[in-house]
């Protein structure tokens, strides 16, 4: 009675089909952000889906949502995915949706100019095992830096983006690696100076920040669904090319929405051109994080993971 | 021994039934590790060090955090017991102070001591202090009047009959107060360690979420327990003990 009400109930409210998709109010998940704004989602998948939005502020918090069944589709970075299904979460990447999105600034007073002025100082990344740590661990790493629990000199924090500002300004911290709005905030309002562009970070901004993920198992019962969503996901990719005003204009009415924070507009455009939205997964970056992860020791083993990019192919 | 023997047998009956539950397969085996997960986990953190470090780092500031609460609670508490100013005025401070959380001072520990140490300490010894207080205080004003009489009748007097009567007569009280201001400081150590930032085991516990790897959660969770058991146990408990005794509180 309870197992049929718990699955009854969570799929379907009266005839409709129930999709629960995830996502954070963060430049760098732009397409969800003007996918929702535009309720371009909702008119693809027609009146017999209801569409449910869940906003998270961690990749982990969204990932335990996804594996507890609460969540169908999520927009996350690609190193929560691989910890998730590394542990044994049933998921797929099923596309790209950014790339880039993230630099490396320092403050003001800090006297870090270059990278190889990280030696000895303080950075913050947003949170520990998450994509802009794994990026600074290689940016580290490609520059003979060791972080101070490996014997070398550079400290990492891991410190909430809202908090940044803050610890910047009482030289708490010395440099942050952060994704959008975030970084562009950070030079705006707290005098932080780029020390890596989003493209410097690394592989020219070649690398996934953002993909979406999906349960196997609704990927399996809802191949249609898949398809349309991944079909609107393309669409706002071009779109978001091509109008670029427009597609900004949206995000700022979603984030207004989630956060009721009004982003300027000056910000939001500078915040946008360091991202770069698309469709296209790239599974060598992928792999390659999952390599940076493991030497991190934050896997215990190098993964194999077939199973996470199996989901067929692009056409 | 026997009631050793009870004990081994049910954490054995708890572990089996563990077990049973991960078998039943109820929930997914990344949301619900088997026993046998949690105690790998458990012992490759203790051989690649990780939580011995983890460990060390946390009771490190737990022992500094604990010693301020001591010793603020101590001074504050003899005080209120024993100027009736005091107690009107900050009394009634500690007892509003007393209810407030103390992980709800993290946000403002941040801003004043920075991303560091000394914020974890500060709301770790707050979470001590107030219990220590309120207990000082309520052992110095319920020294037992009979006690007190017969000190006075033979001849105690002023500051001698507070130092070498009311003092030693408050004395099981602040050891109640001393066990739980650790239990206190304890958890307000977690809380402040799970939203802060460094190494330690709160620390340790949020990378298991972050890493989805709930083995080390309950690993974690674990080693937490156990070393709460394990002070109360064989420190608060025995000192308790004989302090009852030697004041012929506990018949024996």
Known sequence: MIALCLTGCGKTAGHKQVV?????????????????????????LGSSVELQEKTFVAGPALMEALIAGEVDIGYIGPIPAINGYVQ???????????????VLVAGENSGIKKVADLAGKKVAVPQFANTQD???????????LKDVSKGGTVEILQVAPADMQLLFSRNQIDAALVPEPWGTQLVKDAKARIILEWNEVWNNGNYPTTVIIARNEFIMNKPEIIKKWLEVHREIVKYAAAEP??????????????????????????????????AEIDPATIREFATLSYEAGYLKFKPNLTGLLSYPKEK | MNARIRRFLFYLLLIIIWELVYKAGIWSPILFPSPFTVGKTLYNGFVDNSFVLAITCSLQRLLISYAIAVVIGVAVGILMGKYKVIDETVGSLIVGLQSIPSVVWLPLALLWFGMNEKAIIFITSLGGTWTMIVNTDTGVKSVPPIILRAARTMGAKGTKLFWHVVIPAAVPSIITGMRLAWAFAWRALMAGELLSSGTGLGQILMMGRNLSDMS??????????????????LMFKKVELNIRRRWGLLIV
């Open chain 1, 20 to 44: 629960r998709v995830g996502y954070f109010p963060n430049i760098t998940h732009g397409p969800a952000l003007i996918g929702f704004a535009e309720k371009r989602f909702a008119k693809e």
């Open chain 2, 216 to 233: 080390q959660i309950v690993a974690v969770m674990i080693i937490i327990g156990m070393i709460g058991c394990l002070v109360d146990n």
């Open chain 1, 88 to 102: 044994g979460a049933d998921i797929s990447i099923i596309s790209g949706a950014n790339n880039g999105g993230a």
């Open chain 1, 245 to 278: 005003e427009k597609a900004r204009n949206s995000m700022s009415r979603q984030l207004k929405k989630l956060t009721g924070k009004e982003l300027k507009a000056e910000t939001l455009k500078s915040a946008v051109e360091r991202c770069k939205f698309t």
């Open chain 1, 134 to 144: 794994i990026s600074l661990r290689h940016i580290l790493k490609e520059h003979n």
